[in-house]
């Protein structure tokens, strides 16, 4: 009983840990292709170097939109 718990446990977690790999490469791919594609004039990784607060702040939330929606996709 005790082992096939601990399998479940041990399975739910490479689960779970591919979940958020999987997210986290498709937010880098998406914050990628919003630099090259949509905001050709603004350099986000440059900006990023020099402090651009909001620049920060902007990539952040492309990645949370993309990790929230990954993950809701994965769920359903």
Not at 7 to 32: E, H, P, Q
Request: proline fraction near 0%; charge should be neutral.
């Amino acid at each position: 009983m005790e082992s096939e718990f601990f399998i479940a446990t041990l399975f739910n977690l490479a689960i779970n840990l591919l979940y958020t790999l999987l997210s986290l490469l498709v937010g880098v791919i998406a914050l990628k292709f919003v630099d090259k594609q949509l905001l050709k004039n603004v350099d986000i990784e440059r900006q990023l170097q020099s402090g651009n607060i909001a620049v920060a702040i902007f990539a952040s939330t492309i990645l949370l939109f993309v990790a929230i929606i990954v993950s809701f996709g994965l769920k359903g």
